[in-house]
């Protein structure tokens, strides 16, 4: 079964809602419009000046990475957040091929490019360190030369039924009445209430009295959230530190486990050596299921005996990845948020550790977030932010659940970096965050 068609079945419930949402709306108060039978283009003329989004700190221009000399003692690889992400100049589209050879290492032919390379590469980068494809998540390893956005495929929106040639438009004028429906369907799409008020505030901005179709509010509501979503848009960025330690916390069931197995795969497939310690000593099962996604990624899984101290596994597997030369250490942790306070200095200590063998590490500090948990995904970000120098998010489980537009909400009020998405249960069902796929999939606007 191909992978898009699988993933196909699994629809991202949000967008239903929001369109079935949005028909009701329009349909209440709208009328058929006679002179524009058909199906219209989309009125999507941007909004006079929509309030500023928060954003993270201003992209620098990537340094060039040029090729130095090995220096007798390479500085720490630096923190994630004080590399600048890499500006991609004028937006490439998804099929725009990578750049120069040299800057492309050899990839599995199963790659697909990231929508948007951002990777944050240090200007010392060594030349065995690809520099242009691991940090991108692939996407479909059974599709090779798909090029196209992730989501905007997995809905097959170019599959939709045509609409009769001659049925006609339902338009509403756009009123303070129509602008709280907005409001509230967004709401109950889990955007929370201050996105949802400013996404409505911008879309309804010099647009008062329009009349309006089903497809232009959607178009006008993907442009909007498209624009709130690109700043966070990152792939995890890769260092030339060796090993790259990544940090992965969440709370129980978030989906760390999976998403170090998925992430595992993919970057050993882009040819980086990785290694996985089994950071959740205390619960057997959590060990257990990490050596069967080690044995399924190819990756070898340190462990510990129950009970023993995750630093103490972490400090070894840092000495271990240090003697093999590993390009990545991937540690899981627990996820006991009800011992918050145990988890929290279990957490620094772990850091403490890995501290001692390398003061720059954990390069990466993943939060998992499980897309169903809604609105909780914020308070989660808020907690882990306090036990956890947080770096980026991977949002689990965003097939099949009605609360995606959380993800909105968290771009609006935090700005980590959302480094991919994971839709599925098997190993290829990782994808990077594609905020244009996101958004149409998420209001249901056509491409
Ligand atoms: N549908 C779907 N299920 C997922 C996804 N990611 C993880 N899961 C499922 O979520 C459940 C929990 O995932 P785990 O990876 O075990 O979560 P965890 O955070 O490691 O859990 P603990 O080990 O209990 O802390 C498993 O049944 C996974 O198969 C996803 O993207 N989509």
Redesign the pocket.
């Known amino acids: 079964m191909a992978f898009f068609s699988k993933l196909k079945d ?1 629809l991202f419930k949000s967008s239903s809602k929001i369109e079935e949402g949005l028909d009701a709306i329009v349909e209440e108060g709208g009328s058929a419009d006679p002179e524009t039978p058909g199906t219209p283009g989309p009125d999507i003329t941007p909004p006079a000046e929509p309030d500023p989004v928060p954003q993270p700190p201003d992209p620098q221009p990537e340094p060039e990475p040029t090729p130095v000399p090995p220096a007798p003692e390479p500085d720490p690889a630096p923190r994630p957040d004080e590399v600048p992400p890499n500006d991609p100049g004028p937006t490439p589209g998804p099929d725009i091929p990578a750049p120069g050879p040299e800057e492309v290492p050899a990839s599995p032919p199963d790659f697909v490019p990231a929508p948007a390379p951002q990777e944050a590469p240090a200007p010392d980068l060594p030349q065995e360190i690809p520099t242009g494809t691991p940090n991108e998540i692939p996407t479909n390893p059974g599709n090779p030369g798909r090029t196209t956005g992730f989501l905007g495929r997995l809905f097959g929106r170019e599959e939709a039924p045509a609409r009769a040639p001659a049925a006609p438009v339902v338009r509403r004028a756009l009123d303070d009445d129509m602008v709280e429906q907005l409001e509230e369907l967004l709401i109950a799409a889990d955007m929370g209430v201050d996105t949802a008020l400013r996404v409505t505030s911008n879309l309804a901005e010099g647009r008062m009295g329009r009349r309006m179709s089903v497809a232009e509010i959607k178009g006008l509501l993907a442009a909007e959230i498209s624009r709130i979503m690109e700043p966070v848009a990152r792939p995890m960025p890769l260092y030339p530190r060796k090993p790259q330690v990544v940090l992965v916390v ?10 170090i ?1 998925k992430l595992a795969s993919q970057f050993n497939a882009a040819g980086k050596k990785v290694i996985i310690a089994a950071g ?1 000593t205390f ?1 057997a ?2 060990v257990e ?1 990490l050596q069967v996604w080690g044995d399924r990624a190819g990756v070898p899984v340190m462990k510990a005996d129950q009970g023993t101290d995750p630093a103490s596994l972490a400090f070894d597997a840092m000495t271990r990845a240090e003697a093999e030369g590993a390009d990545l250490l991937m540690i ?1 942790t ?2 006991r948020l009800q011992n918050r306070q145990d988890l929290m200095e279990e957490l620094a200590k772990i850091v403490r550790v890995i501290r001692k063998k390398d003061p720059s590490a954990p390069h990466n500090t993943l939060l ?1 977030l ?1 897309a169903t948990t809604g609105q909780n995904a914020l308070s989660q970000v808020e907690t882990f932010r306090k036990l956890a120098d947080v770096s980026g998010l991977v949002m ?5 659940t009605a609360k995606g537009g959380v993800l909105v909400a968290l771009a609006d009020k935090f700005g980590l970096p959302i480094h991919a ?5 098997q190993i290829d ?2 994808a990077p965050f594609d905020p244009e796929d996101f958004a149409r999939a998420l209001t249901g606007a056509e491409a």
């Open positions: 699994r969440g709370v129980n069931g978030s989906g760390k486990t999976t998403t197995g959740d619960r099962a959590a299921q899981d627990a996820g998992v499980d689990t489980k965003l097939d099949g998405i994971g839709v599925g249960e069902d990782l």
